[in-house]
Structures are given as C-alpha cells and as structure tokens.
C-alpha cells in the first residue's frame, strides 16, 4: 500500500497543474509504473482536451509494456462519451491488467460505472489509495455536483483591531491593508476560481477591476450584487477585460455582449437563489471577496465552504468593521507583516 501512495501523491501533484483550467471538468492525474519504473504520466489540462490517462498512455514510449502495466489516477476514469471518448475503454484496449483509484467519482454520469465496466473487463482494481486527499483535490467539482452550487471561498483582508476598509474612500482606489506579497496571492487565488463576487459598495468605493494582473492565469467572471443597479458603465467591472454577471431587482437593464444581467428578488433567498442561478451557469467556484455586507450575508447562511483572512499587523483608528466570523482556523501561514488564516467549514 505504501508504493501504491507514493505513486497516488504523484498523480495528485500531476493534477494540480490543471487548477483553473479544466472547469467544468476535475482535476485529475495519472501514472503508469513497469516493474517500479515510471513509464508514462499526464494530467487533465483542459476541457476538451485529452483527459490524464490518456495522456499518461500516450506518454509511454514502449505501448507493449502497458500489459504488464499499473495504471494509476486519483478519480474514477470515466465511462461515458463526451467531448472525448470513455478512458475506461482505453484503459481495456492497451490490456493494463491493474488500476489503482483515489477515489470513486460521485458525478451520476460515471458514479461507479468505470469501475464497474473495468473489473468486467477483467482489470484487477484497487480503491480509495489516499481517498481523503483525492476527494479534497475535487472539491469543487464535488461540492458542485453532490450540493447543486458552487464551491465558495471567503476572502478578505483586515487591520490587527478589526476593519476591512476606511469609512470614506473618495479616490475610489483600493485600500491595501495586504502587503504586497498576500496581494500577489490573491491575485493567484483568483486564477483557481470561476468566479468572483463582491456587492455594490465595494464597486462604488474601490472600483476594482477584479482581475489576475499580478499573477499568470484565467480572469475569473465577475458576479456583482447591485440591487438598484446603481453602477453606471464607467466603472472598471463593466470593461470588456472579462465577463461581468449583474444580478439585480431593476428591470431598466441593458446586457451588452461582455456585460450580462440577471432580476431576481432581494429577499431572504437572495443568497440561495444567486447560488441556483450559478449552479445553472456551470460555475462550479467562486471566490466572495466583499464587502462586509455581502461577506457576512454568506457567513450567516452558512453558504461557505472556506475563509482565507488576511491580518496586518497595523491597527486602524475607525473604518468599516471585518464580518463577524468566529471560527478557529485549521492553517496559519506568516507573509511578512501579515497573517493569513485559511478556514474550513466541515458543516
């Protein structure tokens, strides 16, 4: 079991190479070993595109060796036709006797059926190799799937007595509490996601452009929370850089072909519809990065799934207060004069 670990963990590390690229479809790596020889490996790198075990095989210089092969991958290989065909059937047709599996993939169009048409087919399989970290790499896509919403990430950045923002910014120029290097990261965290949410205030204040510029990657789409519809067009999240998904009560809207509106009620379902129109969208993450107002309407509807808190260790005098967010943290990690805290919510 342990050499079936050591191989897993590198089909893990292979499969993160696909963060923020293979949506809507998951993470996933594969390994080919001969003989305790790594003779192939791939990852899934875009929709589309060739999934990992397919290009693990394709990897293998000498396709004869395959039939005396393991092949291993941290999800279930599928085995319905898509934008490509089944890996199971690949897997049968190259005659690899053994398959090592992180995990079963929950998703109703595989949900077994590879596993099952692999031991058919006379494939011994073995399950759940380091099953807990193969699910968490997924988590998006099984969040998205098993809870018919997207993954959401909590996001913000506080002074060491407790603001997220100054009370009055008339620049309408973000105010760094960060450093330099927590923005960096940021800016990486947002190539992961699908999505990133931030409510009308912060659009008026800071106006953000809500993109990836510090960091190489896919913008993520813009989801803004404007109930009046108050943004008029000069503001940057209406620029033709990346998408833009308005959800507001007012009719008196106007899509343009990179700037997208969604009516719906404000109500006390605001959240949990917004969520269900995502989740029709094919968003499977989204990264909520504020303001407060719009951070805490998520933390009190327990529609969260992880917070990543940023802590200056300056103080400011008055300001907007953080969300009131009394959770322990599973992570803490020292960036200069900050501290990041990364929560978790097992709910």
Known sequence: MIEHEIYMKRCLQLAKNGLGTTYPNPLVGSVIVHNGKIIGEGWHKKAGEPHAEVNAINAVKNKALLSESTIYVNLE?????????????????????????????????????????????????????????????????????????????????????????????????????????????????????????????????????????????????????????????????????????????????????????????????????????????NIQSVLIEGGTFTLQQFINNNFWDEARVFISENNSLKGIKKPDFNWKPIHEIKIKNNQLKIFINYD
């Open 77 to 281: 290989p599928c085995s319905h036709f898509g934008k490509t065909p089944p890996c199971a059937n690949l897997i049968i047709e190259h005659k690899i006797p053994k398959v090592v599996i992180g995990c079963i993939d929950s998703y109703s169009e595989v949900a077994g059926k590879g596993i099952e048409k692999l031991t058919n087919a006379g494939c011994e399989v073995i399950l759940n190799v380091l099953e807990k970290e193969c699910l968490d790499i997924n988590k998006r896509f099984f969040t998205f799937h098993n809870k018919k919403r997207p993954y959401i990430i909590l996001k913000w950045a506080e002074t060491a007595d407790g603001f997220i923002a100054p009370l009055e910014n008339t620049s309408k120029k973000s105010t760094n509490i960060s450093n330099q290097y927590s923005r960096q990261l940021v800016h990486k965290y947002r190539t992961d996601e699908q999505g990133i949410l931030v409510g009308t205030t912060t659009v008026l204040k800071d106006n953000p452009s809500l993109d990836a510029r510090d960091w190489y990657g896919n913008n993520p789409a813009r989801i803004i929370l404007d109930k009046t519809n108050k943004i008029s067009s000069e503001f940057q999240i209406k620029n033709k850089k990346n998408p833009t998904l308005i959800f507001t009560e007012e009719e008196n809207y106007v899509n343009s072909e990179n700037c997208m509106y969604e009516c719906i009620s404000f109500d006390s379902l605001v959240i949990p519809n917004i969520l269900t129109d995502l989740y029709k969208k």
